[in-house]
């Protein structure tokens, strides 16, 4: 399995991004997805993490700005990114737990990099 996260860039105060992170493999189904986000100095942070039933979870700081999604039949996990804050800028990793054939995986995409800055 591996997961592959891309919709990094630039962008202004405010503006809006929309991350992906595509899983490919055999995979029967992806039991636990979430972002999470690592800026230089500090920690890597959950950001948003969802379950196979929908179920989310959002940290303080992405609740009404930051939505959480997926899609089954593509296998991908979506971050929907509004009201972009300085603070935002990171390094943002998607995780996943995974079905397959062989078993319950847990995996990390490469990240992808989000700068807010004007």
């Known amino acids: 399995v591996q997961l592959q996260a891309s919709g990094g860039g630039l962008v202004q105060p405010g503006g809006s991004l929309r991350l992906s992170c595509a899983a490919s493999g055999t995979i029967i189904d992806i039991n636990y997805a979430a972002w999470y986000r690592q800026a230089p100095g500090k920690q890597r942070e959950l950001v948003a993490s969802i379950t196979a039933s929908r179920n989310t979870n959002y940290a303080d700081s992405a609740k009404g700005r930051f939505t959480i999604s997926r899609d089954i039949a593509k296998n991908t996990v979506y971050l929907q990114m509004n009201s972009l804050k300085p603070e935002d800028s990171a390094v943002y990793y998607c995780?996943?737990?995974?079905?397959?054939?062989?078993?319950?995986?847990?995996?990390w995409g490469q990240g992808t990099l989000v700068t807010v800055s004007s």
């Open positions: 995780n996943a737990r995974v079905t397959t054939s062989r078993g319950v995986g847990d995996y």
